[in-house]
């Protein structure tokens, strides 16, 4: 089917929100290396078939938190205090809590009662059945060294010859070093976090804080946070920090900027400072105001590779953009509303990869845009796998560095290249501020009735495709001068895990160079069958499909021919050929098998272990071959198709 095509001329702007200047270079390994660090992290918290506490029949309501912490040794003795509200009749309470935690008393009420402890599963046995709807509390002692010390979930390390102790609970790690309700559907509405330590040690966690209590020998730190908090987001790190805090006003607004850093990083923070103040006021602008504006925002450094988002204080190895621009951003996705299930992680990190793509587009000054979609590009096509998380029991899989974050990224690159600019983050912000989301938790699926409403279509080919389907497409454009004042043109696709997804619909902009000037076309994709016709007064100089990068594609390759044939055409060529014969085909079904004979009936070339797609074609070498006549026969599905040509 040919198309009469109209040309659009697109002429794009970047918007500069800040005079901050570029980095001396964009270093993807940057990004490459916070990814896998934050996988690698992560995925030693977990082993297949392990359980994890019924604990979907309470809703936790307030939690204090009492820890003393010896930063020498690990030890650690805590005394966690909950509130919940009960939603069924129950007996029982279960929290997550590795067995290495020694529970030295349970409280009701006043009264020590009966527990059990095995398989990271602590069973509290209440004396009576509590009738849903009831809010009860319950608190539990504890005290020992969790096992998980240098594994990240509760690690020890050393900077400048002193100890540090930092946690990191993403996804499964909070049960090593506090009785815990490790839940995606459940946030403890608020929290008093009070951390003893020895002088002259600091404790940073969540919140704002609310005094330090001095002894001979201790500092003690009372922190609070009134925001809803999911339990992998609460996170303590305590060393004899340098700390360096300030006030920062953002359109109208002001928030409390507190850095606990080690004491030989003060000038790289300071010389950050300025990019941090513009990344805060782009996120606003862009995402609304900081989601915890009446608390802080700031860093606590630690000596894991890589950072991680703890709800207004994120734990970070250094200073470099990405990783700070990255976990910032998490503070509206991870944060603010939290992924509902680790299969739908990408909510989390795919928007804090793409958000720091943005910052390079709109600070700056737009230099490095292209960079970082070439690189995120490039990371994503490194797996072939889908966005969606198919098996939450291999945290290396929920943390894929290509699929999580790099792929996920460019799948909200492609969604606002569908919707345009305006609708995309016009959804964004409703999504963020959806009364039933908002300090809550989402799924793909909520983020998708946001993007429909804005977009006025249904979404469902396109996360059917893109988050749920497998692959890349490739692009074959092949075009060939009809007139002096036209060109035809067929746009195919072939797709790289083709038994998932055999075709991706998309709009795929096409550009057409002139010696001075270019156009670019939507091609609203949707099969391989259409030929469109071009209309221009100008020779053109070259054609690219997707100059800008807006799908992801694996392949954009333009062929130029001296003539398209009909779909479902196999041709040969050149015919009559001397040395090289060139087979193609344009039906939908590869070629699998082809046999050439000469005019005596003989078979001179043979091959049945093909997968050769529409354009894509074979070269055959018939150099030496005998002058004469000869007949080919392909195989496409289970009909042989018979052509003749002469060697000359």
Sequence with gaps: MKKILALLLIISSMLLVSSVQAQQCFDDGNFWQLVIQEQQAASKRLHQNEIFAASENYDLRYCRMQWNI???????????????????????????????????????????????????????????????????????????????????????????????????????????????????????????????????????????LIKIDSSNTDYTYHWKTRYPTVTYLYGVATYPYKEKDRWLNINGDTLFIQNYIYPDYENELDNYTLILDSLLTFYSQKFGPYPFIKEKYGHAQWNIGGG????????????????????????????????????????????????????????????????????????????????????????????????????????????????????????????????????GFSRTQNLKQHLEEQYGKSLDDFFNE?????????????????????????????????????????????????????????????????????????????????????????????????????VGDIFLFPNPSDKLLHIEHQYTTPITSILIYNYLGQNVFENDNLNINAYQGLYVNIDNWPKGAYIVKVLIGSEWKTMRFIKI
Aim: proline share 5%.
């Design 70 to 208: 010896n930063p020498f040794n690990g030890f650690i003795q805590g005394q966690i205090m909950y509130r919940f509200t009960t939603k069924e009749n129950l007996m029982t309470l279960q929290f997550d809590c590795s067995e290495p935690l020694n529970i030295t008393n349970i409280s009701y009420h006043g009264n020590s009662i009966v527990y059990t402890h095995s398989s990271k599963i602590l069973n509290i046995i209440l004396p009576a059945s509590v009738m849903a709807g009831v809010l009860d509390s319950i608190e539990i002692t504890y005290s020992g060294f969790p096992t998980a010390t240098g594994l990240n979930s509760y690690q020890i390390s050393s900077h400048l010859g002193d100890s540090i102790v930092s946690t990191l609970s993403e996804p499964y790690g909070s049960r090593d070093w506090w009785p815990s309700k490790m839940s995606l559907a459940d946030k403890i509405d608020s929290a008093d976090i009070i951390i003893t330590v020895p002088k002259p040690y600091k404790a940073g966690t969540n919140g704002v």
């Design 308 to 439: 991680m988002e703890h709800q207004t204080m994120s734990f970070v190895l250094n200073f470099n953009h990405e990783l700070i621009a990255h976990e910032l951003a998490h503070q509206w996705f991870g944060d603010k509303i939290t992924c509902g299930s680790w299969s739908d992680i990408w909510l989390n990190e795919g928007f804090a990869t793409y958000c720091t793509m943005l910052t390079y587009q709109y600070l700056f000054g737009g230099y490095w845009w292209r960079t970082s979609r070439e690189v995120t590009l490039q990371h994503s096509l490194l797996d072939n796998g889908s966005v969606y998380c198919d098996d939450t029991t291999q945290v290396a899989r929920i943390f894929n560095p290509s699929l999580s974050y790099s792929k996920a990224a460019y799948l909200l690159h492609m969604l606002r290249w569908i919707l345009g600019d305006y609708k995309f983050f016009s959804a964004i912000n409703q999504y963020l501020n959806d009364p039933m989301l908002k300090y």
């Design 466 to 566: 893109w988050y749920y389907g497998k692959g890349f497409p490739e692009y074959y454009l092949y075009w060939t001068q009809a007139s002096d004042t036209s060109i035809v043109f067929r746009l195919t696709q072939k797709t790289t895990v083709p038994e998932s997804v055999s075709f991706f619909k998309m709009p795929v902009p096409i550009k057409f160079f002139y010696p001075d000037t270019s156009y670019t076309a939507i091609i609203n994709h949707l099969s391989n069958t259409d030929e469109y016709i071009v209309r221009h007064k100008l020779p053109i100089d070259s054609i690219q499909i997707d100059p800008e990068l807006w799908i992801a594609a694996a392949k954009r390759v333009v062929i130029r021919k001296d003539y398209l044939t009909e």
